[in-house]
């Protein structure tokens, strides 16, 4: 308690400075004002927990005030034309999902793809493969085999969500079959895949961490671009040819025409503070490591593959205009 | 047992104390605010907790958790606006209390049945948790449609009016929650393109336009005239006869609101309502609810707590969140780099009677604040309404936009505002509405599920012992009635001699 209210004091002090440094600077002595990182969802949840670490982390950096706003409602539509409501001056901040993107290509998005520019990546959770430990699927070719032969069962999120789009891009890429069970939550569909009432589930390994280590669940490949350091005996998609890559992901963009300077102090200062211990043992807790963060080049250029990939098949599916 | 009193030993650490009281008392007053819910609190206060240790981290947002739920109540009696969505329930007969001038009565009824709900589950979660999270784990989707559809079966009898304006009702409700994402097809219904209902209709805005702007309307169409205020029995407590009446519901309501506490995502609302409904079957003034029973406040307010209980039983054992709360409170561990699950119980059974012994002062606590508060707020029944009720619709409508800080939500509550005070006037009751919006997408989506895992084949729900189970307990809650009148008007020629003894 003491520590926090010491922390508080420094930040008001921090706040108050930075106030006192505007008034007399003049023009470029962003940011001078609270910062708001705008969250699609209801507060609780991974996207809105995750934005408030960071915008803790960031403002022990910037020393001025970060606070999450959330703004919910239409797969992320409601957040959008929210922050396109707000000018690109760099105090509106917007976290992103996949599902961001998937509402761009659904059409009628306030915002598009060309519209934002990626800052900072928080957390970057790739889906995997998974099967009951005593499943009569051994290998990822198992799968593939049973699918193009029958359908597979295959647990999941929402329609339309990422693990709906990874799942019928995998199928799509390897002429299987897929049966796509949606539920309300990752945990709900991991219990239903560890009672068999599913085949497969494509899962992260935040979730099952513990089930891998138990036998319960057996990860067959993982749907990103290198081998993962928590399972490195488990093969990628692209190195058995096909090439999906997708990834439970949350990071910060900026609208595109907010100025290269501002765009670069809150990058640095989302970096540095995600370098925190507190962020960090938070990443651990969520069964995820450094490697989840990565600056705005790596992070946009992510952004843009996801986008793309996820059009083919929403197009395949009748999903996107 | 030493790992129980270390447990316990967080009870003498000053910081853990002042925090787990802070909980309590924040948790009782955002729980007693309607539009803000404990679920909302914690995750407010979550990123805070990262510069606290973990113990009285979790312990503090466990203790708002169990404190909210029970914070609810007070308002649901008082201006039947409730507070949370578990104390819906509540307010069926403790505001016709509290409009009677018995306030302080039904007060103290809701703190008692709470802390003994509340108690009771976490007895049960201390000596068997890991076994109920088996019974948790094997809950898949065709046992939910067929808890779904046990649900479904209380509708007609839900409330004292006509069971055929209560099926009505509930189909409004079951009507009401289509809106929205449909999650097996993924298309959009009822939206009208408005993207704020594309995750569908809020909960909360609903629940305080029926109560709360409903009974606003009928009461500015009560002339106010001077009444009789006898505030010595609007702050009496319950008395000892009330306790020995009631203690069978609160019996059965904790042991129903601990089993569905631990069903993965079905929270105290469910529970409150099942409990209510019992309460409602099994008593002898059964006709009478609804206008007043404690009973009816009895029923709902210990199963509601008891289910915050249960709900950390797969939070904890599992890491699968038994409610909308817990799931914060899941990413709340998170935070402090604890993992849920086995692992917790075998590693670190410390932190965990550390939980308990939180929820179980947190208990204590609002057992004192809710007795000493009952006479302090049952005062707020005194205020004369020309007054208390134009306060409570700014309350209202502040707590309809907190939730999402939308407008949206404001005009949803206003037009269930009116719907509400509508049917009421024509007979229909807020409950089987209520029952019908919290059982829509669960019942639908749990059926869809459970054609696809069954290749569209429903005769395989007989696979699924559990599932019968419910279908079985379905088809008593909407028989017994005939089938035991139709036994007692066959035996009652035989049995009549005995019977005329009595």
New interface residues.
Partial sequence: ?R??MK?GLLMTSLATAALAFSATSGADDFPSEPIEIVVHT?????T??TA??V??ATQAQLGTNVYV???????G??AM?YVKSKPADGYTVMAITPTHLFTMLRGNSPLDIDDIQGLARATDDPIIVMVRGDSRYKSIHDLIEAGRAGVI?WGGT???GVD?IAAMSFAKAAGMKV???????G??F???L??G??DAAGLNIS?T??QIA?GDFRPLAVMADDRMKALPDVPTLSEKGLDISFSTVRGYVVLKSTPKARQEILEKAMLKGMESD?YQ??L????LDETSIEGAADWDSQIRRMYKAGQETMQDLG?AQ | MEHILTGFSILIDPMSLAVILLGTIVGVLVGALPGLSSSMAVALLLPFTIYLDPVPAISMLAALYCAGTFGGSITAILINAPGAPPAAATAFDGYPMAQRGEAGRALGMAAVASVIGGMLSLIVMVLAAPALARISHSFGPPEYFALAVFGLSMLASISGKSPVKNLIGGAFGLLIATVGVDLTTGVERFTFGVPELYEGISFIPILIGLFAIAELLAQANVRDKVLERISLNAIKLPSVTDFKRVWPTILRSSGIGTFIGILPAEGSTMAAMIGYNEARRWSKNGDKFGTGEIEGIAGPEAANNAATGGSMVPTLALGIPGSATAAVILGGLQIHGIRPGAYLFENQPDLLYSIFAAMFLANVVFLGFGLVGARLFSRISLIPRTFLWPTVFALCVVGAYGVNQSMVDVMIMLIAGFAGFWLKRYGFGAAPIIMGVVLGSLVENSLAQSMIIFDHDAWRFLDRPIAIGFFLLAAFSLFYQPVFGWLRRFRRPRSAASKGAK
């Fill in positions: 308690m520590h926090w922390s209801s507060p609780g949840g991974g809105d927990t408030r670490i915008a803790l706003q959330n703004k919910k409602g239409g797969g539509s409601v034309s069962k929402q329609i339309g709906h049966s796509f069970v949606p539920f309300d939550s945990a709900e991991a219990a239903a560890s009672r009432d599913i979730e961490r513990d138990a507190r043992n938070y651990k807790g969520i069964g999903l």
